[in-house]
């Protein structure tokens, strides 16, 4: 296909190491039973999006990795830490269960405002305020709104947020663990939505401080 005619469908995003997707994953087997009406995600496809791009032209990846690196230049490798369970929306019935940034917040939307500000020069612009956080499951669709509660031994309750938080409470107490790591780099990353799901494939990382550029799709690393 042409390249200046053939279309991504792009963001930026910071991902997750082995180790914490393995806590995550043990979580989510233990509750995914339990909340009927969403479907979880796929722990290899977990990742704190920093910017969404929409649909780009395969000719104008190089610009935006080039684009990324200078707004990670001045950037050193920072913790997070994720330890708060919520939803969104924040009132009615939650159509997405994820986690939020309870540690290195601040430098985690320093650099998703210098991301954003670098590619809104090329044009690139998120109507979308940042709110660090992964998602880990999106209702069903087609689910009644009376059907995607949270279910226990029997008792079905419409407090889906609140019981939502409470299991993810009560599983960082009983491992004695928490998911936190260390960012090192962000990921240019691509998306292909299909029925069951968006399939997420990993173009080109740029390390923190920004002076290496790994393309991803073909191994091939170089420095800037």
Same mark, same amino acid.
């Given at each position: 296909?042409?390249?200046?005619?053939?279309?991504?469908?792009l963001?930026v995003?910071?991902?997750?190491? $082995?180790?914490?997707?393995?806590?995550? !994953?043990?979580f989510v087997?233990?509750v995914?039973? *339990?909340?009927?009406?969403?479907?979880?995600? !796929?722990p290899?496809?977990?990742h704190?999006?920093?910017?969404?791009?929409?649909?780009?032209? %395969? =000719?104008?990846?190089?610009?935006?990795v080039? &684009?990324?690196?200078?707004?990670?230049?001045?950037?050193? !490798?920072?913790?997070? =830490?994720?330890?708060?369970?919520?939803?969104?929306?924040?009132?009615?019935?939650?159509r997405?269960?994820h986690?939020?940034?309870?540690?290195?917040?601040?430098p985690?939307?320093?650099? &998703? +405002?210098?991301?954003?500000?670098?590619?809104?020069?090329?044009?690139?612009?998120?109507?979308?305020?940042?709110?660090?956080?992964?998602?880990?499951?999106? $209702?069903? +669709?087609?689910?009644?709104?009376? &059907?995607?509660?949270?279910?226990?031994?029997?008792?079905?309750?419409? /407090?889906v947020?609140?019981?939502?938080?409470?299991?993810?409470?009560?599983?960082?107490?009983?491992?004695?663990s928490?998911?936190?790591?260390?960012?090192? /780099?962000?990921?240019l990353?691509?998306?292909?939505? +299909?029925?069951?799901?968006?399939?997420?494939?990993?173009?080109? &990382?740029?390390?923190?401080?920004?002076?290496?550029?790994? =393309?991803? =799709?073909?191994?091939?690393?170089? %420095? *800037?």
């Amino acid at each position: 296909m042409n390249p200046e005619t053939e279309r991504l469908r792009l963001f930026v995003a910071a991902l997750l190491p $082995e180790e914490t997707r393995e806590l995550l !994953a043990s979580f989510v087997g233990k509750v995914k039973d *339990l909340f009927p009406g969403y479907r979880f995600v !796929a722990p290899e496809s977990w990742h704190i999006t920093l910017q969404f791009l929409g649909e780009v032209p %395969s =000719s104008s990846v190089e610009d935006i990795v080039e &684009a990324l690196s200078r707004a990670s230049r001045a950037k050193e !490798a920072f913790k997070v =830490s994720f330890c708060e369970a919520g939803a969104f929306p924040e009132r009615g019935m939650p159509r997405i269960l994820h986690i939020a940034a309870t540690g290195g917040r601040e430098p985690l939307s320093d650099l &998703a +405002r210098d991301v954003r500000s670098s590619l809104f020069a090329l044009g690139y612009g998120d109507s979308k305020p940042f709110a660090p956080h992964i998602t880990l499951a999106r $209702e069903r +669709r087609g689910t009644p709104p009376n &059907a995607r509660g949270y279910q226990r031994t029997g008792h079905r309750t419409a /407090d889906v947020r609140s019981a939502w938080k409470d299991c993810f409470d009560r599983f960082l107490k009983e491992e004695g663990s928490k998911p936190e790591w260390e960012v090192k /780099d962000l990921v240019l990353m691509r998306s292909i939505l +299909r029925p069951e799901g968006a399939q997420y494939t990993p173009l080109a &990382a740029i390390d923190l401080p920004g002076t290496e550029v790994r =393309s991803l =799709s073909n191994t091939r690393t170089h %420095s *800037l």
